[in-house]
């Protein structure tokens, strides 16, 4: 923890929407009138049919339900799009900044957007999709990802987003899940100047599980198999489409989309949203935490969340909330180290961006090589920045701060999870006082506690599992398909409270630092990985027979990933399967999910009842070995001397 306190400016004190005074007055009637507070809050959105109730939930077991705005009908590509046509119609909505800076910029106004998600959304019904149905969509950073996102959203299908750095066998398995017989994708992605085989991983996706419907988008041109009745290409159906789609009149509580996040077990969750409560939540979020307004000049300051739309980040703060609240915004291809590691920044001055939003991973990789390729930059148009996905290190802290933001720039260190929809923790850059590594204070309507490991609420300082005691409207809603699953993996732990997997400190100034998450969970590069997922990826290999997953710290990644596998007795534990265990998990789950380390281990620590004791392993991972603790309830503690010989640097 660092002690360095940075106030917050004056300039923000006194222009931004909340300044600290209002702060603390809105947080106190969020909680003590929370209906009063949200009925005003909804008035952001357009309802076609106004709510009766605004909330009414509860997260015991016997009475457990979450439902906001209860009556409630709207459509939110109304409120990200058409709404905005008279005022707006012609401002740009997206700045499309592609891989290569030397491909051309594609500028796309409100009006042009709202004619292609209404087109796309025809062509989505002429292939037979409903209300109700899920769509799965596997593509990269282009426009054409929002506008299928918002498409489905406009005819009340339900998206599916899967992260374009996934393997075919991950794509299966969350088509499979949902239950979608369609996929929109391109030919190919293009990240750093490298191709990515979107279409070819969907083929073979679609030998695992039947597709009826494949809409292919054409990026880069490359030579794809096309299967007739199957396929399709995005610009011929686009040719023939109507731009005239009426907006589907959705129940707040309608399911707006399905995001697949990773957890402790080895199947990922399918985290469900609904319409009203997200649509108020995350623009609600986004126009505080930004400070979201029109500039002096009347012109909207240009935003850019360099997330990627396969993430909730992507979802709520490039896609919704964003057009929701009518901004102007860049969305990135590409990725910060290329052509070069000035990337970020000469993007920022190429559009003049005000507010950039960033994960702490990319800083660390960009910290690493040196002040120059930032300090060449002007950044001049900066004005505020932000971080997401991970606890931001004090370093990497002041590096964003000093370096990037000349020390000009507020810091927004938002938490919180693809489960809550939008920012959770984190300081408004107008009314909040800075602490590096401190995600800071509570959002209107947030009830954070801590407790101790029987559930029990700690006062003042103090730290442990992190629990938010109430609902919010942008909390998740089921878990596709398994809502047993949704009540046990949450609210069963601390009973009556969401337990959000995170431990947490509370500082005496009452300020919240996330310390990482304390479940089977690890973090790296900002992105959830269930340990219990690579495991299995592991022991499908025929060579292994057991394999234990641990987090172990990543100067870049913030978390890498640790492999412990133990290999079939006539298998010998080489270089070589070393590497190809390696390229078996990246083919199996994708990139994202490369071992950092892989220890072979004879056996490993388990209790007498065949218990893995992780915390060995996570110990011997980080290299904190002098204290193992207790270690004779193993069933033969002789296996930790073994792993603490052959640990791996
Ligand atoms: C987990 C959620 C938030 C959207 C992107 C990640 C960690 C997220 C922070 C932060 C410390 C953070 C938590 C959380 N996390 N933001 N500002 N400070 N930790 O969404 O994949 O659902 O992961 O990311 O551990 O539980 P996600």
Redesign the pocket.
Known sequence: MSDALFPVPAEWAEHALIDSATYLEKYQRSIDDAAGFWRDEAQRIDWIEPFHTVKDTSFDEADFHIRWFEGGKLNITANALDRHLETRGDQVAIIWEPDNPSETVRKITYRELHRDVCRFANVLKSRGVKKGDRVTIYLPMVPEAAISMLACARIGAVHSVVFAGFSPDALAGRIEDCQSNIVITADEGLRGGKPIPLKANVDAACDKVAVETVIMLRRTGADVQIVSGRDVDWTEVMDGASSDCPAELMDAEDPLFILY??GSTGKPKG?LHTTGGYAVWTSMTHQYVFDYKPNADGKMPVYWCA?DVG???GH?YVVYAPLINGATQVMFEGVPNFPDHSRFWEVIDKHQVEIFYA??TALRALMREGDEWVTKTSRKSLRLLG??????NPEAWDWYHRVVGDRRCPIV????????GG?M??PLPGATALKPGS?SKPMFGVKPEIVDNDGNIQAGATDGPLVITDSWPGQMRTVYGDHDRFFQTYFNTFPGMYF???GCKRDEDGYYW?T??IDD?I?VS???MGTAEVESALVAHDSVSEAAVVGMPHDIKGQGIYAYVTTNADVEDTEDLRAELVKWVRKEIGPIATPDAIQFAPGLPKTRSGKIMRRILRKIAENDVSNLGDTSTLADPSVVDDLLANRKK
């Open positions: 996040t990773s985290v997330a993430w909730v980040t709520s994960a702490p971080s997401v996905g991970e606890p931001i260190d938002t938490w919180w999870q693809t489960e809550t920012a923790i984190t995600a959000t997997g995170d996330i990482g998450r969970v973090n900002g992105h959830r």
